[in-house]
């Protein structure tokens, strides 16, 4: 796998997205859940913006992951 920054960004990314899916969460139940807006879920799930560390971090809260595991997979 790549450690290209840009790479293991976009793969994690994927991760969280596709964690989203297996739970049936709704981008808005994540968004209200992550205190963040369901637009801005939008926007990182089509890359039209990259998630900030905060965000990054309520995300894997909210979907139960480990961010250290998701970015080991995301590598």
Known sequence: MSRDPEAVGARALQILI???KRQGLSMRRLAAAAGLSQPMISYLETGMRAPSLDTFLRL???L???PSEVLKRAE
């Open 64 to 66: 139960k992951l480990k």
């Open 60 to 62: 894997c809260a909210v």
């Open 18 to 20: 596709e964690e989203r």
